[in-house]
C-alpha cells in the first residue's frame, strides 16, 4: 500500500470535507442532469416502450418532440413498401382540458393533459409493452382513461373519480408509472374513446410515425433502406437513436443549459474551494512527517507525488460517495414515481470532472510543502 493511500486510510478524518464536497459537487451536477433526461425519457416513453423498432420523422427534426408541421398521411402507405416491415401507425397525440369534480373539501383542479391513443390490444404497434391486461381491459371501456399515478394529484383524482376532458365525462380506470411528466399530466385513452371525445386526428397530416419489422436484427438495414426509399421527404431512425438525440436535444436547449451551466459552475467552486482548503490544512497538520521525510533524503519532487497521490485518492473516494449518494436519491425518486435517467454521456465527464477538480487542488496545495524543512525539527 502506497504512503499516500495509507495516510488517508489513516488519517480519514483530516480528509472528509474534501471528500463530501465533491461528492456533493458531483450529485448537484448530476441530479439536475438526471432530472432532465428523466424529464426527457418520460416523454418519450410511449416510443421507448412501444413494439415498434423504427420511427419516421420530418427530414429537420432531430428529436421526438419537434414534428414541425407534421408529414403527410399518404407516407404510411409508402412505409409498406419495404418488404421487411409488418406494421405502420401514426404515433396520435392530442391535448385537451381537464377538471375534476371535487369531493368536500377538495379543491377544483382546472388544467391541461397530453393524450397518448393507443390501441387496446396486446401487441398494437401503439400500446406501450409495459401495460398490462388489467390496463388493456380497462381501455376498451368508453370514456375510461388512465393516467400517471404521479399526476393523481394534479389531476385532483383518484381511481374510479370521473372528470371532464374537452368538457365531455371520462372516468379514471387505472394508473401506470414512469410517465411523469413537469407540465400538461400524461393520460392514456383508446381509439374508440379519442372519437368519442373529438380528439382523433384523421386529418392529412401525422406527428410521427411508428414502423414494426419482422427482424429486429436487420433494424439497421431497414432504417436505410427506408431513408434511401424517402430521398429526402422524411428520415427514419431507430427507436434508440431517436431517443438518445430527443435526450441530447433537451440537454442542449437553451434555459436546460443554463441551468446545467449554472450548476457546473458552481459545484466546481465548491468543489476545488473546500478540496483545496481541506488537502491544504491536512498537509499542513502533517508538515513535520514531512519534513522527517526530507530529512531522510526524500526529495522535494518525490513529496510533490505523493500529494499528488494523496489528492488522486481523494478524488476517487469522492467518486465513489457521489455513486451511492446519487443511487439513494434514484432510489428517492423511482420510489415516488419521478424517473431520474443518467446517461453515459454525462456520467463520464462528470466522473472525470471530479478527478480533475481533485487534481487541482493538490496541485494549488503543493506550495505548503515548502514549510517542511528539516531543520524545524530541530526546534
Do not use: C
Not at 500500500?1 to 450529485?27: C, F, H, K, N, P
Not at 424529464?39 to 413494439?51: E, N
Amino acid at each position: 500500500m502506497s504512503l499516500a493511500l495509507s495516510t488517508l486510510l489513516y488519517e480519514w478524518r483530516r480528509y472528509v470535507a474534501a471528500v463530501i464536497a465533491l461528492a456533493v459537487a458531483g450529485l448537484l451536477v448530476l441530479a439536475m442532469t438526471g432530472m432532465f433526461m428523466g424529464l426527457s425519457k418520460s416523454f418519450s416513453a410511449t416510443v421507448d416502450r412501444s413494439p415498434a423498432q423504427i420511427l419516421i420523422m420530418p427530414p429537420d427534426s432531430t428529436n421526438l418532440f419537434d414534428t414541425r408541421s407534421g408529414q403527410p398521411r399518404r407516407l404510411i402507405p409508402e412505409i409498406y413498401g419495404n418488404p421487411n416491415v409488418m406494421d405502420v401507425q401514426a404515433l396520435n397525440i392530442g391535448f385537451t382540458g381537464w377538471s375534476n369534480f371535487p369531493k368536500p373539501g377538495q379543491p377544483a383542479r382546472d388544467d391541461g393533459v397530453t393524450i397518448m391513443i393507443v390501441d387496446p390490444v396486446r401487441g398494437a404497434i401503439t400500446l406501450p409493452i409495459d401495460f398490462g391486461d388489467d390496463l388493456i381491459q380497462a381501455l376498451r371501456e368508453p370514456y375510461a382513461v388512465i393516467v400517471d399515478r404521479s399526476s393523481l394529484g394534479k389531476l385532483g383524482v383518484q381511481v374510479g373519480d370521473k372528470a371532464k376532458m374537452n368538457g365531455q365525462t371520462v372516468w379514471v380506470r387505472g394508473t401506470t408509472s414512469g410517465y411523469p411528466s413537469m407540465f400538461n399530466a400524461m393520460t392514456f385513452i383508446s381509439v374508440q374513446t379519442a372519437k368519442l371525445l373529438h380528439q382523433y386526428n384523421d386529418g392529412d397530416r401525422v406527428g410521427a410515425i411508428l414502423a414494426k419489422i419482422n427482424d429486429t436484427g436487420q433494424v439497421h438495414q431497414v432504417v436505410d433502406q427506408l431513408n434511401a426509399m424517402g430521398k429526402g421527404r422524411y428520415k427514419a431512425w431507430t427507436r434508440e437513436d431517436l431517443s438518445k438525440s430527443s435526450q441530447t436535444s433537451m440537454l442542449s436547449d437553451g434555459p436546460i443549459a443554463v441551468m446545467i451551466g449554472f450548476a457546473v459552475v458552481i459545484s466546481v467552486f465548491i468543489g476545488v474551494v473546500i478540496t483545496w482548503q481541506t488537502l491544504q490544512g491536512a498537509i499542513l497538520a502533517n508538515i513535520k512527517e514531512f519534513a522527517s521525510l526530507r530529512a531522510l533524503g526524500v526529495s522535494m519532487g518525490r513529496l510533490r507525488l505523493i500529494i499528488m497521490e494523496l489528492s488522486m485518492w481523494v478524488g476517487v473516494a469522492g467518486l465513489l460517495l457521489t455513486v451511492v449518494l446519487t443511487a439513494g436519491v434514484w432510489f428517492i425518486a423511482i420510489s415516488s414515481g419521478v424517473p431520474l435517467d443518467f446517461p453515459m454521456f454525462v456520467d463520464i465527464p462528470v466522473a472525470l470532472a471530479l478527478l480533475t477538480v481533485a487534481i487541482l487542488s493538490g496541485i494549488m496545495s503543493l506550495g505548503v510543502l515548502k514549510k517542511s524543512q528539516p531543520a524545524d525539527l530541530l526546534r
